[in-house]
T-cell receptor
Framework: DGGITQSPKYLFRKEGQNVTLSCEQN?????MYWYRQDPGQGLRLIYY???????QKGDIAEGYSVSREKKESFPLTVTSAQKNPTAFYLC?????????????FGPGTRLTVT | DAKTTQPTSMDCAEGRAANLPCNHS???????VYWYRQIHSQGPQYIIH???NNETNEMASLIITEDRKSSTLILPHATLRDTAVYYC????????????FGQGTRLTINP
């Protein structure tokens, strides 16, 4: 089955630790995205990538880092510099950036930092 | 990206058509209207998009007014599984597809 996988579904960390969230897609999509969602709110864009080895900051990139070494993978690291890391994190992909392409979302990772 | 305005919540009876309005009065000529929905604690799901003309697919219909300042998403025969938060987004077709999600409309389908 084609799709986007995110792991794990739930993640718990202590304050001050970096944590990496996994996102993999087998849709052969060029573009990938990371969003954050807080309770009762819409999604906010953290980072996006158009092609391998290229990525751009979204609206709330501070305290986060990404890499795009393979087309299929776009991991997100939540660093200790992120002031409020507890949130629901969603990864998405699309065929590209330039067209009216729909984005396909993964199931999300719920991160809790205490 | 143009700002969109949606009602906070709506109710609809099962089997009836659900009509979800969206206002995007500042939309520019090269911005598409997208609709996504999010069922509780899942990733959003794409529903439909359009530029000027009305669009229909297996999930829904999208009616865009002639001046493009508003649109309506229609779920023709709502089921309980259509209960979700529905997001209307106006987005440029050039460059990054940086979707801006507002708070959406919480649609509840009642038996």
């Amino acid at each position: 089955d084609g799709g986007i996988t995110q792991s794990p579904k739930y993640l718990f960390r202590k304050e001050g630790q970096n944590v990496t969230l996994s996102c993999e897609q087998n849709l052969n999509h060029d573009a990938m995205y990371w969003y954050r969602q807080d309770p009762g709110q819409g999604l906010r864009l953290i980072y996006y990538s158009q092609i391998v080895n290229d990525f751009q900051k979204g609206d709330i990139a501070e305290g986060y880092s990404v890499s795009r070494e393979k087309k299929e993978s776009f991991p997100l690291t939540v660093t200790s510099a992120q002031k409020n890391p507890t949130a629901f994190y969603l990864c998405a992909s699309s065929m590209g950036l330039a067209g009216p392409y729909e984005q396909y979302f993964g199931p999300g990772t719920r991160l809790t930092v205490t | 990206d143009a700002k969109t305005t949606q009602p906070t919540s709506m109710d609809c009876a099962e089997g009836r058509a659900a009509n979800l309005p969206c206002n995007h009065s500042t939309i520019s000529g090269n911005e598409y209207v997208y609709w996504y929905r999010q069922i509780h604690s899942q990733g959003p799901q794409y529903i439909i998009h359009g530029l000027k003309n009305n669009e229909t697919n297996e999930m829904a219909s999208l009616i865009i007014t002639e001046d493009r300042k508003s649109s309506t998403l229609i779920l023709p025969h709502a089921t309980l599984r259509d209960t979700a938060v529905y997001y209307c987004i106006a987005n440029f077709i050039q460059g990054a597809q940086k979707l801006v999600f507002g708070q959406g409309t919480r649609l509840t389908i009642n038996p």
